[in-house]
T-cell receptor
Framework: TQLLEQSPQFLSIQEGENLTVYCNSS?????LQWYRQEPGEGPVLLVT?????EVKKLKRLTFQFGDARKDSSLHITAAQPGDTGLYLC??????????FGAGTQVVVTP | EAQVTQNPRYLITVTGKKLTVTCSQN?????MSWYRQDPGLGLRQIYY???????DKGDVPEGYKVSRKEKRNFPLILESPSPNQTSLYFC?????????????FGPGTRLTVT
């Protein structure tokens, strides 16, 4: 059973469109991280959110941590082909153990 | 350049033939771990190490061994590989001095056991 549920599993959009990926759990996390993974490479950290309700922006990417620290979302504005990749969320418990979601494959076509 | 390296990147082997995947980090991180990645299951932790000579089981440790004799190295050992261990493996490291627990991943090792 996946403790962290990511949705959708797959997302295909045209360049310039917006998209949102969701990460939900029944567990409370000390922090939540978002990674992007490209084919043939390991995941690369995009952002870490720590405080409930926290919003962080990274250029066209906006990350939000839920008030109860159980869920998070990633929103991409005006997606570009370079945003294509597997997006993974990972929640950390108080011991630092990470629980990963299954990932959302995003494909942005020109 | 700060990095985690793994070798080999690709490996095809037969059932029962012992193999070792090496992992090394140059960031002086205390914490290192191994994950396997399978479609639809995400990343699952195999083993982790909080520091030299300290290792512990993750979520899917069966069929694997690890050792941590030096801070920078954390090899993954498959004593008798089986086809269900065919997977993509990642080594990762992080500092224990941060509350945010960011992990840095290696490039991955794709293992096929026939």
């Amino acid at each position: 059973t996946q403790l962290l549920e990511q949705s959708p599993q797959f997302l295909s959009i045209q360049e310039g469109e917006n998209l949102t990926v969701y990460c939900n759990s029944s567990s409370v996390f000390s922090s939540l991280q978002w990674y992007r993974q490209e084919p043939g490479e390991g995941p690369v950290l995009l952002v870490t959110v720590v405080t409930g309700g926290e919003v962080k922006k990274l250029k066209r990417l906006t990350f939000q941590f839920g008030d109860a620290r159980k869920d998070s979302s990633l929103h991409i504005t005006a997606a570009q082909p370079g945003d294509t990749g597997l997006y993974l969320c990972a929640g950390a418990d108080s011991w630092g153990k990470l629980q990963f979601g299954a990932g959302t494959q995003v494909v942005v076509t020109p | 350049e700060a990095q985690v390296t793994q070798n080999p990147r690709y490996l095809i082997t037969v059932t029962g033939k012992k193999l070792t995947v090496t992992c090394s980090q140059n960031m002086n991180h205390e914490y290192m771990s191994w994950y396997r990645q399978d479609p639809g299951l995400g990343l699952r932790q195999i083993y982790y190490s909080m520091n030299v000579e300290v290792t512990d089981k993750g979520d899917v440790p069966e069929g694997y061994k690890v050792s941590r004799k030096e801070k920078r190295n954390f090899p993954l050992i498959l004593e008798s590989p089986s086809p269900n261990q065919t997977s993509l493996y990642f080594c990762a490291s992080r500092s224990t001095g941060t509350l945010a627990y960011e992990q840095y991943f290696g490039p991955g090792t794709r293992l096929t056991v026939t």
